[in-house]
């Protein structure tokens, strides 16, 4: 259930009398749409691994390669393939001003050495006007979630819930906050109720859809592997999904890896393929474009009539492509504005409709003048 919480500030006017301006922040929750905007703006799983002269100064480096390492990470994730090496010049520092926090999920250090996995959050709104200033090609409109079962079929038997190199590699993924969200399981009790290897294999589609509904998607994915010698799999995956029909059926091999390594190729390459055909259905939509740009407004009101009537002057405001409501309550909505041409192209079209965008708390919020 969405919930909003509205902030009233009182602002003094230096004009004729008291005038009183009321402007609603959004302070709580900013919507669904808000949530998985962060999300989809966050690195985990970030490893690094550093030695300096002390482990103080290593973990100091260790941060700044993180960084580095995380932002390349989100670039490849919202842009097209090798957009790494299109952000080459960007400085620690340039990428240090783009970051919204971090921490720390797993370390360990020693007299000169600092090995740590850590978790880094953007500003989603500093990293596109970012990648605007190099005409990057962003996408940012997350797939609806997928969930991947992976059953890992073997001379041993067919499983599915316990620790197998299938089930391993997708985990390993960390895609759940990727462009197209995948969720693995958890593998509990629950689940080891709700579906059966067997029903699994024979992908039964009531049993499949108790899994969906547990987890919030409506598409469930059996991802089939088996090994084939002692470093190939052979790995498949057909259904429908939110990003056409996938069809995967091949043998990936690791030469030095073994099965394991061989089962991670496997699932990184189907996850790299299921982001590239939803790229490709955005772009033919005409939503993957280096002039398209996202930004979420928070709107507040008084009546229902003041909001159609905002609703009104946003959708003809010149640049702006898409009005879409996230979040509405009694005085006040969140809306997700696509628009061209650069945020401050934005802000003076909508001074033509007497509207203007104000940053509050790390939140733009919409007043009619």
């Known amino acids: 259930m969405r919930r909003s919480k509205w902030l ?33 703006f966050t690195v985990t799983g970030v490893e690094v691994d550093v030695t300096d002269t002390d482990a103080a100064k290593a973990k100091l480096k260790a941060i700044s390669q993180a960084q580095v390492k995380a932002f390349h990470i989100l670039v490849e994730r919202l842009g097209d393939e090798g957009a790494a090496s299109k952000v080459a010049d960007f400085t620690p520092s340039d990428i240090g001003r783009l970051m919204a926090s971090l921490s720390v999920e797993q370390e360990r250090t020693g007299p000169q050495r600092y090995i740590g996995k850590l978790t880094i959050k953007f500003l989603p709104q500093r990293v596109r ?27 041993e038997g067919v499983v599915v819930w316990d620790e197998n190199p299938w089930r391993e590699a997708w985990q390993s993924l960390k895609a759940e906050n990727s462009l197209v969200p995948v969720l693995v399981p958890l593998g509990d009790l629950t689940d080891a109720q709700s579906l059966t290897p067997e029903e699994a294999l024979a992908k039964d589609i009531q049993k499949l859809q108790a899994v969906g509904y547990r987890y919030g998607a409506e598409t469930v994915l059996v991802a089939i592997a088996e090994p084939v010698g002692n470093n190939s799999v052979r790995a ?32 990184a390459r189907f996850h790299a393929v299921m982001t590239f055909k939803w790229k490709q259905a955005r772009k033919s939509n005409g939503l993957l474009n280096s002039n398209v740009q996202v930004v979420n407004v928070a709107v507040p009101f008084s009546s229902l009539n003041e909001w159609n009537a ?59 003048y």
């Open 310 to 368: 905002l609703r009104g002057q946003l959708s003809i405001t010149s640049g702006v492509q898409e009005v879409d409501v996230s979040s509405l309550s009694s005085n006040g909505a969140i809306v997700r504005l696509t628009y061209v041409n650069g945020f401050e192209n934005l802000r003076a079209a909508m001074q033509q409709q007497r509207l203007s965008l104000i940053l509050v708390g790390g939140t733009w919020v919409l007043q009619a």
């Open 8 to 40: 009233q500030i009182v602002l003094p006017s230096t004009t004729q009398g008291a005038v009183i301006l009321f402007l609603y922040a959004l302070v709580v929750v900013l919507g669904d749409s808000l949530a998985k905007a962060d999300a989809l």
């Open 129 to 155: 006007e970012a990648l605007a200033s190099i005409n990057f090609n962003l996408v940012e409109e997350q797939a609806p979630r997928i969930v991947v079962i992976p059953v890992w079929r073997s001379n």
């Open 236 to 267: 498949t995956m057909q259904g429908a999904s939110p990003l056409g029909e996938l069809e995967f059926d091949k043998t990936y091999v690791s030469t030095d890896g073994g099965i394991e390594a061989a089962a991670k190729q496997a699932a």
